[in-house]
């Protein structure tokens, strides 16, 4: 029955239930042994050990300090959305509306699920190996630090003396479940730029960017 996604997750389950559970948003049924709620509750202490076992014997060297921000970049909402959406999990979750399936925080509960129900189908180091397995990228890239747009902006606008950028929300479009923001950024004597991004953080965040882009190809910065 989900032959197709066990073979996009490299595992095929014993128990097929599991993962029908894993995949069904309680919109579809309160029955808690039906939803993905309590498989949810699972995944998400299994992803957290799986990734600081990870961690702990990937970077060696690396004291608490920095293991510490590496865990929280790789198990926070987006991320794990992120991952679920390449295993293509939006193409399966049942849910109605059927637009929650693309909300970031059904998209990360899934996902989560999933780990859980490997973990009761085929054990803790299957899970762990899926972990390592489908997170290994994000995993790679969780040295490099994250850019905040925003404050790099501010700091660029006070050094050209030209005021603090003023962010201002344009339009919201979709669903309540799955939203898109536009947000706009107006710093006087440099210009304006507009962003867009599922959540109004993530929006102002693009915004930014686009008017650092902005500002670089005017002032040469």
Known sequence: ??????????YHFQNQELL????????????????????????????????????????????????????????????????????????????APHDLSNNENVLCDVTEAVIGAICLDGGFETAIEFVDKHFKTHIQKSDQPERDHKTVLQEEAHKLKAGNPLYTLLKKEGSEHDPLFYIKVSIEKIGSAVGEGKNKKQAEQNAAQKLLELLAKNHGK
């Open 1 to 10: 029955m989900f032959k197709n996604l066990e073979d996009i997750l490299g």
């Open 20 to 95: 029908k559970q894993a995949l069904t948003h309680s919109s579809l049924t309160g029955d808690i042994h039906k939803n993905y709620e309590r498989l949810e509750f699972l995944g998400d202490r299994v992803l957290g050990v799986s990734m600081a076992h990870l961690l702990y014997f990937l970077f060696q060297d690396d004291p608490e300090g920095a293991l510490s921000p590496r865990f929280v970049k790789l198990v926070r909402k987006e991320t794990v959305a992120e991952v679920g959406r390449e295993l293509k999990l939006n193409e399966f979750i049942k849910a």
